[in-house]
């Protein structure tokens, strides 16, 4: 007995090396396989803060650019109202499940190949885990933990990210994920070969999903069929600038609840 | 708690902030430095094998916070602190068994040599983490070889900036 606690005394550096790299490996295994690093997180208020403070300057270089991104979205939103008016004939549906909280990205990150955006919002401001998030151009990710007054966004560039998309022309759907190669260009899959996909094609979010339907993604760059011969194999352009967001808008489904709930209750029967 | 100890726990906090605010914006390319290693490679050798295993493994957690990366920065810390002792004495040999070692003092193609190593292993431990697939594994080599050069460049630059003059 002696001899083993002897020993392991004399071992005990490196006893305590494995131990702490085990713990380390576990955090990285837990990140990868629910990537959703629960415990290991920027949500917190220690790094929102200190992102938070440091993106004021990089706020004041960009406001230029925000204030012309804004301006532009405005117009856009003047000229689609003026049109409803005119047509007034057109009811306008007064109640839709969706929300918008206005937000600010504070930590971007572009380059690699699982990259986690930081934004200035969290649970106090009704931001929840699953919720969609998008800018003025395009989509920019899924909100991924939840902190007090911080959340991660799980970005479109990150190589685990897919969402659900459709064809704007024909309604075919397939699913957005990335390869992790160009921060500028994602990837779509399962386009069946019947449908009849062209460059230029706009990409838009598909019907059952967290953003809402029809939201631009991107433009199909280019498209072939894979080896299969079945499914195409199609480049998207997004755009986003992923490396110059900003301003964002967190998308609250006040109907996905009620949605899932009904899926679950037909998958139970 | 002597002065040693605040200096070092001022030079940690220094050093994340110095990487999350400072280093992590000097991307060239898709390459960032990590330059906040320097924190284990500087740390006195005279001491406490476990406090400097512990941490060099929070040094690597805290980092992780920032970044949301698991424990992937806190594994490469934690190897390349568990193997520093093997790579300081192949690097400057004989001084390091006497333990006589002024790092401002050696000669540079040993600190290049004990700096390469170990930024390298780290590097390598933590892109192959990163992405943890192996398919990318043509990705963390060569984040790994560009990631390793700008990191050892710019800690040479900075050690020999900052280390006290010699007489």
Redesign the interface.
């Known amino acids: 007995m002696q001899q083993v606690i002897s020993y392991l005394l004399k071992k005990?550096?490196?006893l305590?090396?494995i131990l702490?790299?085990v713990?380390?490996?576990?955090?990285?295994?837990?990140?990868?396989r629910y990537h959703k690093?629960k415990f290991?997180?920027?949500?917190?208020d220690?790094?929102g803060g200190?992102?938070e403070s440091?993106n004021h300057i990089n706020e004041f270089i960009n406001l230029d650019i925000y204030n012309a991104r804004l301006l532009k979205e405005n117009a856009r939103l003047r000229k689609e109202i003026s049109n409803y008016s005119f047509h007034s004939a057109l009811a306008i549906p007064k109640d839709t499940p969706y929300e918008f909280i206005p937000a600010k990205l504070i930590k971007n990150?572009f380059?690699?190949?699982?990259n986690?955006l930081?934004i200035n919002r969290g649970a106090k401001h009704g931001v929840t885990v699953d919720m969609g998030v998008i800018t003025t151009d395009g989509i920019v990710g899924i909100i991924?933990?939840v902190g007090e007054n911080f959340s991660?966004v799980l970005s479109v560039l990150h190589?685990q990210s897919q969402i659900n998309v459709q064809l704007k022309k024909t309604n075919h759907i397939g699913s957005l994920v990335w390869n992790?190669k160009s921060p500028f260009k994602v990837q779509l899959e399962d386009i069946t070969k019947v449908a009849s996909i062209a460059i230029n094609d706009t990409i838009v979010t598909g019907n059952y999903s967290i953003f809402p339907q029809g939201i631009n993604v991107g433009k199909v760059v280019k498209a072939a069929l894979n080896q299969t011969q079945n499914y195409f194999d199609v480049e998207v352009k997004l755009f986003n600038d992923m490396s110059n967001i900003g301003y964002v808008y967190v998308v609250k489904n006040k109907a996905l609840k009620e949605v899932n709930q009904l899926l679950n209750q037909d998958q139970n029967e | 708690m002597n002065k040693e100890v605040v200096l070092k726990i001022l030079f940690f906090i220094l050093l994340v902030l110095l990487q999350v605010l400072v280093f992590s914006n000097m991307r060239i390319g898709a390459y960032v430095p990590y330059v906040y290693v320097l924190f284990i490679l500087m740390f006195p050798i005279k001491s406490n094998r476990s406090i400097f295993l512990f941490s060099s493994f929070l040094l690597g957690l805290s980092l992780d916070f920032f970044f949301s990366s698991g424990g992937v920065h806190a594994a490469a810390c934690t190897i390349i602190a568990y193997f520093r002792p093997s790579v300081l004495k192949f690097s400057f040999g004989r001084s390091y068994e006497f333990q006589t070692i002024k790092f401002s003092k050696a000669l540079l193609s040993a600190r290049i040599a004990y700096f390469s190593i170990l930024i390298v292993i780290h590097h390598l431990v933590l892109f192959l983490l990163e992405t943890f697939n192996f398919s990318f594994i043509l990705y963390s080599l060569k984040s790994t070889l560009f990631s390793s050069v700008y990191t050892i460049s710019l800690s040479l630059v900075l050690v020999a900036l900052f280390s006290k003059r010699r007489e």
């Open positions: 005990k550096n490196f305590f090396f702490l790299l713990v380390s490996l576990a955090l990285t295994i837990q990140s990868h690093s290991i997180n920027a949500a917190n220690v790094t200190l992102y440091v990150s380059h690699k190949k699982n986690i930081v991924e933990n991660t190589v992790g």
